[in-house]
């Protein structure tokens, strides 16, 4: 696409955590795009953004700035949790389209008021489970795709990431009200790529949990049994309290054969394979946000816009996977007991 065929789109960043610098360093790179302003609580974090970028924007102290300022055509929503529907309730609202960092929302109450937002405004958006484009999902899907290892029967996805009071949004992330819980803060990730990768709707969920350490004011870490639709059962796992690097388990068992991460076992393809292979590409090994595909995603999300269509990670279908993380986290107060979906 020409970049003269559109004049640039308009962004505003709101909310100036670790992930809004990786963020902004994707938006600087679309050539339909360009950063107009930078905003933040706290004026001066949302300054040391745009010095740090040297970016060229208005910088703003209050939302309702940001929302005012025509030229703003997205809005890129990246503060805590516990702010992200009420902002992007507000943006819908106003005609802007959308970016938010997961999870979107806290509560089911908030999710299907985001939903109906977004809906009603026609606005497009896109959810931050940046994941969908990392490479290997990418080979991933493609060899789901072309039936390489039959139907699948089985799945298991894991996020596995130990975080302790030296995270950079310990205040607000370890705490209930603010972070949400472990499935939200991380976990949704996790949830999300098996949804992905299964592509059906899950009618059934039990959980079980314990917060070993103590550091948080919700369970740190959670073991997930979901049911689908189709009869394929899964299972989904956060582990907060884990000591060991950053770890995001994929396996996924078919009829004709399996895949555990970037290795696979697919004799229908490849007659008479004995041993696992392997195939090179990227990994989801790393917790830094500077290592997610975020370039990819929001490239994607400027053609959804500039080619009025929906994107496959927008609010709309993360709707399913917000659902499935609080219906975990509903059985894992209930004592585990399977909670029914949809809520």
Same mark, same amino acid.
């Given at each position: 696409?020409n970049?003269s065929?559109?004049p640039?789109?308009g962004?505003?960043i709101?909310g100036?955590?670790?992930?809004?610098y990786?963020?902004a360093a994707s938006w600087?790179?679309?050539? !339909?795009?360009?950063?107009?302003s930078v905003?933040?609580?706290?004026?001066?974090s949302?300054q040391? &953004?745009?010095d740090?970028l040297?970016?060229?924007c208005?910088? =703003? #102290?209050?939302y309702?700035?940001?929302?005012d #300022?025509e030229r703003?055509?997205?809005v890129n929503?990246?503060?805590?949790?516990?702010?992200h529907?009420?902002q992007a309730i507000?943006?819908a609202d106003?005609?802007?389209?959308?970016?938010?960092?997961?999870?979107?929302?806290l509560?089911?109450d908030?999710?299907?008021?985001l939903r109906?937002?977004?809906?009603?405004?026609?606005?497009k958006?896109?959810?931050?489970?940046?994941l969908?484009?990392n490479?290997?999902?990418?080979?991933?899907k493609?060899l789901?795709?072309?039936?390489?290892?039959?139907?699948l029967?089985?799945?298991?996805v894991?996020?596995?990431h130990?975080l #302790?009071?030296s995270? =950079?949004c310990w205040?607000?992330?370890?705490?209930?009200?603010t972070?949400g819980?472990?499935?939200?803060?991380?976990?949704?990730h996790?949830v999300?790529? &098996?949804?992905?990768?299964?592509?059906? #709707?899950a009618?059934?969920?039990?959980?079980?949990a314990?917060? !070993?350490?103590?550091?948080?004011?919700?369970?740190?870490?959670?073991?997930?049994?979901v049911?689908?639709?189709?009869?394929l059962?899964?299972?989904?796992s956060?582990l907060?309290?884990?000591?060991?690097?950053?770890?995001?388990n994929?396996d996924?068992?078919g009829t004709? /054969?399996?895949?555990?991460?970037?290795?696979?076992?697919a004799?229908?393809?490849?007659?008479?394979?004995?041993h696992w292979?392997?195939f090179p590409?990227?990994m989801?090994?790393s917790a830094?946000? =500077? =290592?997610?595909?975020?370039?990819a995603?929001i490239d994607?999300?400027?053609?959804c816009?500039?080619?009025n269509r929906?994107?496959?990670?927008?609010?709309?279908?993360?709707?399913?996977? !917000?659902e499935l993380? &609080?219906a975990?986290?509903?059985?894992?107060?209930n004592? /585990?007991?399977p909670?029914?979906?949809? &809520?």
């Open positions: 696409m970049s065929e559109h640039a789109l962004v505003a709101h100036v955590g670790a992930v809004a990786a963020h600087k790179k679309n050539p !339909h795009a360009k950063i107009v905003s933040s609580r706290n004026r001066e949302a040391k &953004l745009v740090a040297d970016l060229q208005t910088v =703003h #102290d209050d309702r700035q940001v929302l #300022d703003v055509n997205i929503i990246s503060g805590p949790n516990h702010v529907a009420e507000a943006a106003s005609g802007r389209h959308i970016l938010v960092e997961k999870p979107m929302v509560t089911m908030e999710n299907r008021a109906d937002a977004v809906t009603k405004a026609g606005v958006s896109i959810v931050s489970f940046v969908r484009w490479p290997l999902f990418d080979s991933l493609s789901l795709a072309a039936g390489s290892i039959g139907d029967f089985y799945a298991e894991d996020y596995w130990g #302790d009071p995270y =950079h205040a607000w992330a370890s705490r209930k009200a972070g819980s472990s499935m939200l803060m991380g976990g949704c996790a999300d790529a &098996l949804r992905w990768f299964v592509n059906d #709707d009618v059934e969920v039990s959980a079980i314990n917060n !070993h350490k103590g550091l948080y004011e919700y369970d740190a870490n959670v073991v997930a049994m049911k689908f639709r189709s009869g059962i899964a299972k989904t956060v907060f309290d884990a000591k060991m690097p950053y770890t995001f994929v996924l068992i004709e /054969g399996a895949i555990r991460d970037n290795r696979f076992f004799p229908k393809l490849l007659a008479k394979q004995t292979g392997t590409t990227i989801p090994d830094d946000v =500077h =290592h997610h595909p975020f370039d995603q994607h999300f400027v053609d816009i500039l080619e929906e994107s496959h990670c927008n609010i709309a279908d993360s709707y399913q996977t !917000h993380c &609080l975990i986290d509903q059985s894992v107060a004592g /585990g007991h909670v029914s979906l949809p &809520l």
